[in-house]
């Protein structure tokens, strides 16, 4: 961990981070430490909006697993203020509060053109969402994997993250690449990032 860094504290993890820690789900006897990813290159964080998901509201069934009940359509996505040098995005949705020491990635792709600026939603039910890629996620799909957590937790925070990368493709990354993989690919590359976090539980 670098001298001075703040601990974000999630539930069942605490990484090194610069940002305020968000709030979390867990007791405090259920945590570990993780390191956090590489902070991107440049200040500017992307506004990340959706038609179909909110800022910390509960996600509708519309975008919930099949498991839980829901119809697994991914979430529309929008995003802006992105450096002009971006050549790809990626993006991912991450649940921090799954009881697995290492959170759960629902949702990988990457490779996407420098000049897409939204998805619609359903477009992650597809291995090529608007021209990209998709890669494997937690659930063992190439594709969206919407919440479904255990039942009796508290609501799990999902976090969608948008990604703005300055190379047109991430070398070798594919569509067996893991989320833990990819943001490891992504190393250096990142020029900005900027998040929407929805919460579900039942």
């Known amino acids: 961990m670098q001298s001075g860094a703040r601990l974000l504290q999630t539930s069942g993890i605490s990484i090194s981070e610069q940002d305020e820690p968000m709030s979390t789900t867990a007791s405090e006897g259920d945590r570990i430490s993780i390191r956090a990813p590489q902070p991107p290159k440049m200040g500017n964080t992307i506004a990340v909006k959706s038609q179909s998901i909110a800022e ?42 799954a009881p697995t020491g ?28 608007a021209g990209g890629k998709s890669g ?48 490891f690919m992504m190393r250096g590359h990142v020029l900005a990032t900027g998040t929407i976090t929805a919460r579900f539980g039942h």
């Open 56 to 97: 910390g509201a509960p996600i509708g069934m519309e975008h919930v697993f099949t498991g839980c009940g829901g119809k697994n359509v991914s979430p529309q996505l929008t995003w802006s203020g992105h450096p002009a040098e971006a050549k790809s995005f990626a993006i991912s949705c991450f649940d921090p509060d």
């Open 136 to 183: 494997y996620t937690d659930y063992g799909m190439t594709e969206y994997g919407g919440p479904c957590p255990p039942k009796g937790d508290p609501a799990h925070r999902y976090i969608f993250t948008v990604y703005a990368l300055d190379v047109e493709k991430i070398e070798g990354a594919s569509k067996k690449t893991t989320g833990a993989t990819l943001v």
């Open 102 to 129: 290492s959170g759960y990635w629902h949702w990988l792709a990457f490779d996407i053109p420098g000049s897409v600026t939204s998805l619609e939603a359903g477009a992650g039910n597809d291995d090529s969402p």
